[in-house]
């Protein structure tokens, strides 16, 4: 979930960039509400978003994904198959690629919005914790600095450098890309952290 409170500056002519995923059950590859970076290899030079994390400490963080990005559903039904609650949603559906040989490979990069600024409700976020049981001190505080996190592109208030690992919300950037405008206590994120119930945390964004 990822909501607008406030103007915002919305581009409509990125896409996310080709994956490997090959799995076609309506996998996400990229949650509403994740932190993008431009690819710069991208070819013919379009602009191709891909969302952050460790593996390179070069990605530079541009804006945040609007929509949910996922796999269609050709594993299990017939290739281009919509199921009924993707009609009139705002999830993007990656096409899928094939190989020389005419296996599916993974997914073709898809058009998606991309959120700039504006104040945003969001539940795409982590802190530091352990088992989901948010560290003393580390619950979403107002006025709280947000990195991009390693897990999974979300935003983290937590400042101890990436080590690769998600299972403590350790930020993968050094720039602050939003601030905490409404926060959450640390019981709210940890059960946003344990996937348990979702407590949005209001936030502006700074990119």
């Not at 994956?19 to 431009?38: I, R």
């Not at 993707?86 to 998606?112: E, H, N």
């Not at 947000?146 to 050094?174: F, I, M, R």
């Amino acid at each position: 979930m990822f909501i607008p409170r406030h103007p915002v500056v919305e581009n409509q002519f990125c896409k996310f960039g080709e994956t490997a995923t090959a799995g076609g059950a309506g996998d996400v590859l990229c949650y509403a509400g994740s932190v993008l970076y431009l690819d710069s290899a991208a070819t013919n030079q379009e602009a191709i978003v891909k969302k952050m994390s460790y593996a390179a400490a070069a990605e530079t963080p541009f804006g945040f994904a609007m929509q949910k990005v996922k796999t269609g559903y050709h594993s299990i039904h017939p290739v281009g198959m919509m199921l009924p609650g993707d009609l009139g949603s705002s999830d993007a559906i990656a096409a899928p690629k094939y190989s020389s040989s005419g296996t599916i490979s993974g997914t073709l990069a898809t058009p998606i919005g991309v959120a700039h600024l504006g104040i945003w409700d969001t539940v795409h976020y982590v802190c530091a914790h352990t088992a989901n049981v948010v560290a003393a001190g580390a619950h979403m505080k107002p006025g709280d600095a947000l990195y991009p996190a390693a897990d999974e592109a979300k935003v983290t208030n937590s400042t101890t450098d990436a080590d690769g690992s998600d299972t403590a919300g350790e930020k993968c950037g050094s720039v602050v890309v939003a601030r905490v405008v409404v926060g959450a206590s640390a019981a709210k994120c940890s059960a946003t952290i344990a996937n348990t119930t979702l407590y949005p945390i209001r936030i502006k964004l700074l990119i």
